[in-house]
């Protein structure tokens, strides 16, 4: 099994930066970020798996950039120039195996998910 403990969601001002985290417990080829807003589906955000490039959403093509740190077993997003509508509950998923390209935005892509952190921009 993998466990996802995600952190770093806050109230920030529009054109503001954060930075969300996800510890991860157990293997994974493919890892991503989702996010979900009130009355809509869950969204791909952002994902990578093991030696191949990251895919984005074209919505945050530009300002967002997911990076992993094994020595420290942690999924970061890097969200800069933030904007109202990126305000959602962001959640880190994670796959043992691997998606093919396509597919690493789709949320049944993934079999472990973390709680989520929320995220508003709001000034």
């Known amino acids: 099994d993998v466990q996802l403990v995600e952190s770093g969601g806050a109230l920030v001002q529009p054109g503001g930066s954060l930075r969300l985290s996800c510890e991860v417990s157990?293997?994974?080829?493919?890892m991503g970020w989702f996010r979900q807003a009130p009355g809509k589906e869950r969204e791909g955000v952002a994902s990578f798996c093991r030696g191949d490039n990251m895919e984005y959403a074209n919505s945050v093509v530009g300002r967002f950039t997911i990076s992993r740190d094994n020595a420290k077993n942690t999924l970061y997003l890097q969200m800069n120039r933030l904007n109202p509508q990126d305000t959602a509950m962001y959640y880190c998923a994670a796959q043992p195996g691997l998606i093919l390209q396509w597919l690493r935005l789709r949320r049944d892509a993934y079999t472990y998910w973390g709680q989520g952190t929320q995220v508003t921009v709001s000034s």
């Open positions: 157990g293997y994974a080829d493919c």
